[in-house]
């Protein structure tokens, strides 16, 4: 006997199964993503516990509120959404700065905890406020959440040229604001 063979059903499907309480339609989207979503998440923190925990709580969030999907672009993206966000919460819930300041046992803290401290407390937390919501959440989506362009574009429900283009506006203004 070997494994079971994966669900055919399309992500969209499995979701709207979801909605109707269809734990196995759960199960399966969770074997679907759940394994690179915990990859990009640990590139991030670089702490595999809590990796883990943000996939849970972020497939608990998909079960309570599947129908929050709205069809502009992949699952996955929409699952990384929600990951990246527990995350940045988690992260945020623990004391950043406690966590980056404290001793980490010979292990250096991320790049990206330094961005989140920098982007929670510093400078860059005021320039990134000032810029208009729509460069703030192509930013958000490209530089703190690691999307794609075209990722980013699905998620947004935006053309990728939009993206690229925000993007650029965006960092010009941050330059323009820390330089």
Known sequence: ?????PDPRTDETLLAAIGEGDRAALRALY????AWLLL?????CGDRAIAEEVVQ?????????????????DVAAWIWGIGIRRL????????IAARILAPTGGIEPSAEEQVLLGIEFGDLATAINRL???LRAVLQATLLDGLTTREAAR?????????????????????????
């Open 155 to 179: 998620l947004l429900g935006i053309p990728p040229g939009t993206v690229k283009t925000r993007l650029m506006r965006a960092k010009a203004q941050l330059r323009t604001e820390l330089a």
């Open 132 to 134: 208009s919501p729509e």
């Open 40 to 44: 990009r998440l640990m590139r991030r």
């Open 31 to 34: 074997e679907r993503h759940a």
């Open 57 to 73: 709580d972020t497939f608990v969030a998909v079960w309570r509120k599947p129908k929050s999907f709205r069809a502009r672009g």
């Open 1 to 5: 006997m070997g494994e079971p063979s």
């Open 88 to 95: 940045i919460d988690r992260l945020r819930r623990q004391s």
